[in-house]
Structures are given as structure tokens and as C-alpha cells.
């Protein structure tokens, strides 16, 4: 109830501004206001999405009023309504999602400047021409010959407009609850009535006089690309409004789990049905509306039920409210949708497509849309998006440098490596003398048929007349051979199952989670090693760990040479091989900072690599590991401030959405813990392990369950008080104040997992009960929090 009537007060005098902007009948902007909330959000794919008149759709619409009528225009509103069917029948949703991100912001910056230079004349007081062109000539004219009341009240709207979000305090807390769009048409309003100033205000004609749809009207090509079009904008724009609420939903924690991410295919199906209704009835078109959906999100809409339910509040205004309606001047709602239109033109998309090198896109769709019309511009920007695909793919910049001092060339291969490029290859190629060594870069994602054979060849050669090669960068795993041998039976023969393996150096094909002591490749030659297992060991073999935790047996193989030598080594191969293709991931981070949504908070396990088991990358997850993964209870006596200034940080700062505690199979700190005695010594990992005593005490109360596994009994002992320690872990969390306090505002959920290290199988807490099951994870479920 709260989120409809939220998305109602918006939508109201959006509604009644866009219907203005387009020139069309006042009444339309209502209409499709209701039907969009109740047909749309009845049958569209996307729960929590608000459909209705859009802004991106004014220019489009305005233009079909302005050369076919109104009712040709409600026809075709219901052809393309028929078309989004036909489409969403042939389910080829995501592939509208193939557009260029470019395009897509280009054209709706585009139609946001067409937006607010038509309005800006009515908020001068004035009329808007037909075009762009036509009413920045007409400004200056336009200028000199000011309503001073139009002006004012629109001046009165934009102020409302910019201040009433930013009003500080607990009280502005409280008034930020009324959107701003209300507040700057109903201030605007109030005051134009209360000082009597003359200014054109709604006029809403009888409902019996409402213009419903015709015959449409016209050349058979000019419908058809008029149908093209707004079939293209409706779709594109309620596809990606359905993609930008599942991320807003997600941000919500457990709303995803309720409502489901957006079913686009079905969402398509539902803005067709929306669109042929509105346009029967007399309504402008209707596509997904940010502004309202994002409202509907954060008032804290559970259900389709909030979308629908404004569609009736809709209805009743439409029915019941007329003669308030008739209040609001036209200056004001031109305000209000010029501000919409500034809007279009986000500062973060221009930022974004300049950091992919897709300015010239985004700069050549937005004036083709405000020079010659929405379905041009688009075409433009298609068009110029191709062109600069099929530059950089055949754009490769290769170099050749000689490292004197260390007698090494090297050839740098920026771009995609394809036919093209093979004469300026080879040139570069054998600038390279007989018998050197070489370091061949590729920093590229695609080689062809041709650039490939002619790079092996070359090796070839070159290693057989006693020169080495090193190929590293994206494309160093095609293929190394190490003097003497050949492609075909060498160490550099790529095997398909090699194809994502970065490799380290000539011939190796060590993967990302290679162990050290595993690596076959930059290793001088060594003497032999006993054997030894990887697999874990019972407690009283021999070999077992038996008191301090994670310590390997006295008798285990280490890697070969000084820890420090194999540490060094792998620091080498990242600034090789890794460094060149997260570098500009880190840098995004450095600049923006982190944002993880996670807290991990694990064992010091050398076993448990968080960034392999959660397949995360950077900024992801902010992680925590101490022996044992435990959370000190708070307090004096027993608080550890380590551990409670990083759940703080992370809950208070950083504002991570979910907490993980992990635990994991044959965890050495739990096997000390049962080991334990309560006498002797004591030594710092016993002071710490004394955290994990009210674990021991819960697995031997016999009045609780036990923690197990789904599917099996836990194996034994050390297993039972790794799952209990999991449990009593996240009770701990809860005793944290930062964390009580996010989980009583549903800003936070608490999840368990543990890592069975020699089955590599996570599992995940599942029941809210008092031990709680642990079940497998085997595809894409959401977690669920047993807070």
C-alpha cells in the first residue's frame, strides 16, 4: 500500500507533463498511466517494474501527433503494441539486450535535450516549434518577449524540485518520504492560486469527448517506421528497466528470493498487451519508467500488487479529481519535464562510455536523434558502432625493442591479430636476430587462422636455429615449443582442455590454483622428493596433525627451495602474465574505492583459497580469516578488537549486504580444541582457542540438536565441531551491536557455510532451526539466511 501510493504521487503529474510535452490530449497521460499499472504489472515479466507514459517515448510520440493526428497515433501505439507480441511470442528479449549500452544512453541523452529545449519555451512562457533546430532559433525571440508569471512558477517548481531532497536533518529524513515531483506541481500550484497570477493551467475535457483510436492514416512506410520505432523505444526501455530494478532488488536483502529476477521475454509480452489496450483506449504509449520503478523499490514493494494498486489510484484521480487537476499551471509541469529531460542526460553514462572508448557512439546517436528524429539517430549510432568495431579489430599496433643490457627482444602486439597484420608482423618478426631470445606479447583477445600459422612458423624456425621464445599475454596459450621440438609432440602443443590455463612461462601449463610445490615450469633442476599425500589425514596417523592447528607433518614435501624463492617466482608471474589484464579493473577500484557486498570471515586455512571457492574477484569480498574462523564474543574479558573492528567496519562503513561465517573439513584448530587440556601453558593459540570453547560446550549439550550435513553423518568427531562451530559463530555475530543493529533494519543477512576440503564441495546453512542442516550447492540458488 505505502510503495503504490508512493508511485502513485509521482506518476500523476508525470503523467499530465508528458501528455503535455507531446501535445497530446491530458487525458492520455492518465490512461496510460492506469493501464500501465494494471495491465503491465499484471502480465509483464518483471514484478516491481512501473510502467507508463515515458519520457523517452515525448519525442517520439510528439512527432507521430505532430504529422498523423492523435487518432492515427492511438493506432499505432496498438500496432506496436502487436509487434512487442510477436516479439516477445518469438522470445528474443535478450537480444534486444545486445545493443550497444552507447546507443542505447546516446539516444535517450538525445531525446532528453529534444525534451528540454521543447519545454523550456513553455516555461518562458511561449509555444514550442516542431523541432530542435526550429526552437533553438526561436529562443531568442522567445527571450525577449518573457510571461514573468509562467516563469515564476516554473523558477518555483525547479527550486522545489532541487532542494526538497536535500533538505538535512531528521526532519528532512521525514519529508524526503513525499516525493519531490508532488511537492514542487502542488507548491507551484498553491501559490500561482493563492497570488492569483495568470498563467494557463489543466484543462481536462469531459471523458465523454476522449478521442479513442482511428483507422490510422497515412503512407503505408511512414506507419510502418513509425510502428518500427516505437516498437524499438517501448522495448528497449522496459528491458532495460527490468534488468535495473533486479539489481535494485537484489540490493534488498531477500527480496529476490520472493519476488524472482524479471522474466524479459514475458515483461515484452506484457508492455504489448499494455499498448494495444492503451492505444484503444485513447492512451500514449507505454514503456518501463525508471524514475516511478525505483520509487516503487525503495518504498519497499514485495509484490506486482504495489504496481497495480497505483493504477487504481490512477483510475480514481482520473475519475474523481478532475477539478483539482485543473489547478496545476502548464508552467509548472513543463518544468517538471524539462528537469526529467536534464536528467536523460546522465553525467555517469558519459563518464562510463569514455572509459570504453565509445564517446564517438554515444556523441553521433545523440545528435542524430536531436537532428533528425529518434529511429535515425539510432540507425546512425549502429552504424558508426560497427565502423569502430571493425577499426579496432583490424587496428593492431606491433613494435620491436632490444634490451641491451639484458640481451632479450622483445615484439609487443597491441590489438586483434588477424590477416591483416601478418605483413607487419613478419617485418617485425625478423628485425629479431638468429639464435636470440625473444619475448613475444600478444595483448589481444583474438588471433585467426593466418596470424597463427604465420606466428608458429616463425617460432619454429627460430627455435631451431638455437633461439628461444617466450609468448606471454592474452594469447600465450596457442602454442610454445622449447628448442628442438616440434608444435606437434613439444612441450607447446595447446591440448583443448588448456585453452583458459594462463601460462607462466615457455611450455608450462600451470593453472591459476597450481600449488607451488606442483609448478613444472621455471624451476631449476632438483633432487628427487619423497612422496607424499595431499589428502587429509586422520587424527592419529601417521603424519596427522594432532595439536597445532593446519601444521603439516613433519615428514610433508614442501616446495622446492626457500619459501622465499617460490614467493618472489609467483610475484614474477603475476606482473607477467595477470598484472596486464586486472590492471584496469584495480584501477577502476583505486579510483572508486571498495565496495564489497560480502564479509567473508573464514579460517587461516592454507587449504581454503576464498577467491576460488566464492569465484570472486576484486572488490568483491571483504575477507576475514583467523584460526579457526572465530567470532569473539564482545566485551572486556573476552572481546578481541581485531575481529570486532572489522565486522564494524564492514556493517558501519563499507555497508556489506550479508555476512558469511565458513568453516572447513579437517580443521586443525577444532581437532587442538577437543585435544585441549584445560592445564598447562598458556600460550597465545590457546588464549585464542578459548573463543571456540562455547562451541565444544554447545556440540556436548544434549539438549540441542547437532549441526549435520544433508544427505550424511558427519565423519567424525573433529567434522561435528567444525558444523557447530559454524553455528555458534553466527550467535556471536548477532551479539555484535553494528550487526544487531542491520539485521533489526533488514539491512544485513547472516549466512553459514562450510568447505569440505577433500570433496571440494561447499555447503551452505539452510534451516533457521536451532543446529541448522548444511546442504549441497550445486547450481545457481539463492543463499538463504538462517537469521
Known amino acids: 500500500m505505502s510503495a503504490s501510493i508512493a508511485v502513485f504521487l509521482i506518476a500523476l503529474p508525470l503523467s499530465l507533463g508528458i501528455a503535455l510535452a507531446t501535445g497530446a490530449p491530458l487525458q492520455a497521460g492518465l490512461v496510460a498511466a492506469a493501464v500501465g499499472g494494471l495491465v503491465a504489472g499484471r502480465l509483464g515479466g518483471s514484478a516491481l517494474q512501473v510502467s507508463g507514459p515515458a519520457a523517452g517515448l515525448t519525442v517520439v510520440t510528439a512527432d507521430l501527433i505532430h504529422r498523423y493526428g492523435w487518432r492515427t497515433t492511438c493506432a499505432i501505439t496498438v500496432l506496436a503494441g502487436l509487434a512487442q507480441l510477436g516479439l516477445g511470442c518469438l522470445r ?30 513553455i516555461v518562458l512562457g511561449g509555444t514550442p516549434q516542431s523541432s530542435v533546430l526550429a526552437n533553438l532559433r526561436a529562443l531568442p525571440a522567445q527571450l525577449a518577449g518573457l510571461a514573468p508569471a509562467a516563469v515564476s512558477v516554473s523558477v518555483l517548481t525547479l527550486t522545489l524540485l532541487l532542494l526538497w531532497p536535500r533538505i538535512p536533518g531528521r526532519v528532512g529524513r521525514l519529508l524526503r518520504k513525499v516525493p519531490a515531483a508532488l511537492v514542487a506541481v502542488t507548491g507551484a500550484s498553491a501559490v500561482a492560486a493563492l497570488t492569483g497570477l495568470s498563467v494557463p493551467k489543466v484543462d481536462l475535457p469531459s471523458w465523454s469527448s476522449h478521442a479513442l483510436a482511428g483507422l490510422p492514416e497515412g503512407p503505408v512506410l511512414g506507419i510502418a517506421a513509425a510502428v518500427l520505432t516505437t516498437t524499438l523505444v517501448c522495448s528497449v526501455q522496459s528491458l532495460l528497466g527490468a534488468v535495473a530494478v533486479d539489481k535494485m532488488a537484489a540490493a534488498r536483502p531477500g527480496l529476490t528470493a520472493r519476488v524472482g529476477r524479471s522474466n524479459l521475454d514475458r ?164 628485425l629479431v636476430p638468429h639464435g636470440a631470445h625473444v619475448v613475444v606479447e600478444l595483448d589481444g583477445s583474438f588471433m585467426d587462422h593466418a596470424a597463427f600459422e604465420a606466428l608458429q612458423d616463425w617460432q619454429n624456425t627460430h627455435t631451431a636455429q638455437g633461439g628461444t621464445v617466450e609468448l606471454t599475454g592474452r594469447r600465450a596459450g596457442i602454442t610454445i615449443a622449447e628448442p628442438g621440438e616440434t608444435p606437434a609432440t613439444g612441450a607447446g602443443t595447446t591440448h583443448p582442455a588448456d585453452a583458459d590455463a594462463p601460462p607462466t612461462a615457455a611450455g608450462c601449463r600451470c593453472r591459476p590454483w597450481t600449488p607451488w610445490r606442483n609448478h613444472q615450469c621455471e624451476r631449476p633442476p632438483s633432487a628427487p622428493q619423497s612422496e607424499t599425500s595431499d589428502a587429509p589425514q586422520a587424527p592419529g596417523t601417521p603424519g596427522a596433525t594432532t595439536g597445532a592447528p593446519d601444521t603439516p607433518s613433519p615428514g610433508a614435501a614442501r616446495a622446492d627451495g626457500p619459501s622465499g624463492h617460490e614467493l618472489a617466482r609467483g610475484i614474477s608471474a603475476f606482473q607477467r602474465h595477470t598484472a596486464p589484464l586486472v590492471r584496469g579493473e584495480l584501477a577502476r577500484l583505486a579510483r572508486e574505492g571498495q565496495q ?34 572465530l567470532v569473539p564474543l564482545p566485551g572486556e574479558e573476552s572481546g578481541d578488537d581485531s575481529v570486532a573492528a572489522a565486522i564494524e567496519y564492514a556493517v558501519d562503513v563499507l555497508k556489506v549486504r550479508s555476512i558469511t561465517v565458513c568453516g572447513h573439513s579437517g580443521c586443525g584448530a577444532m581437532q587442538a580444541l577437543l585435544n585441549s587440556d584445560p592445564g598447562g601453558v598458556q600460550t597465545p593459540l590457546k588464549r585464542w582457542l578459548r573463543h571456540g570453547l562455547p562451541s565444544l560446550e554447545r556440540m556436548a549439550d544434549d539438549g540441542r540438536p547437532w549441526a549435520r550435513l544433508a544427505g ?76
Not at 545486445?98 to 529545449?117: N, Q
Not at 567473508?600 to 574462523?629: E, K
Open 712 to 787: 550424511r553423518a558427519p565423519a567424525d568427531a573433529v567434522e561435528q565441531l567444525c558444523l557447530t562451530n559454524v553455528v555458534q559463530q553466527l550467535e556471536h555475530l548477532r551479539a555484535h551491536e553494528s550487526v544487531a543493529r542491520a539485521l533489526h533494519r533488514r539491512e544485513l543477512e547472516l549466512h553459514g557455510m562450510y568447505f569440505h576440503v577433500g570433496e571440494a564441495q561447499a555447503y551452505l546453512l539452510t534451516e533457521a532451526s536451532d543446529a541448522g542442516v548444511f546442504d549441497h550447492v550445486t547450481g545457481a540458488e539463492e543463499l538463504r539466511s538462517p537469521a
Open 267 to 430: 515483461e515484452l509480452l506484457g508492455q504489448g498487451a499494455a499498448n494495444i489496450v492503451s492505444g484503444t483506449l485513447g492512451g500514449l504509449p507505454v514503456a518501463g519508467v525508471a524514475v516511478r520503478s525505483s520509487a516503487n523499490v525503495h518504498a519497499g514493494a514485495v509484490s506486482r500488487n504495489s504496481t497495480m494498486l497505483h493504477g487504481v489510484l490512477v483510475v480514481i484521480a482520473a475519475l474523481l479529481m478532475v477539478p483539482v487537476l485543473e489547478f496545476i499551471p502548464l508552467a509548472s509541469l513543463a518544468a517538471l519535464v524539462m528537469a526529467v529531460g536534464i536528467q536523460m542526460v546522465s553525467l555517469h553514462h558519459i563518464r562510463t562510455v569514455t572509459r570504453h572508448r565509445e564517446v564517438l557512439v554515444y556523441a553521433v546517436t545523440t545528435l542524430g536523434v536531436v537532428a533528425l528524429g529518434v529511429l535515425e539517430g539510432v540507425t546512425l549510432g549502429i552504424a558508426v558502432a560497427v565502423a569502430v568495431a571493425l577499426h579496432r579489430l583490424t587496428r593492431t599496433r606491433i613494435t620491436h625493442e632490444h634490451d641491451e643490457q639484458e640481451g632479450v627482444h622483445h615484439v609487443h602486439v597491441r590489438g586483434q591479430l588477424t590477416f591483416l597484420a601478418v605483413p607487419r608482423l613478419s617485418r617485425a618478426l625478423h
Open 92 to 121: 528474443v528479449a535478450r537480444t534486444a539486450l545486445a545493443v550497444s549500452p552507447a546507443i542505447v544512453h546516446g539516444m535517450l541523452a538525445g531525446i532528453g535535450v529534444t525534451i528540454a529545449v521543447a519545454q523550456l519555451h
Open 596 to 629: 564489497p557486498s560480502q564479509l567473508f570471515l573464514t579460517c587461516a586455512d592454507s587449504r581454503l583459497v576464498t577467491s576460488m571457492i566464492t569465484s570472486s574477484g576484486p572488490g568483491d569480498l571483504f575477507v576475514v580469516r583467523n584460526v579457526g574462523n
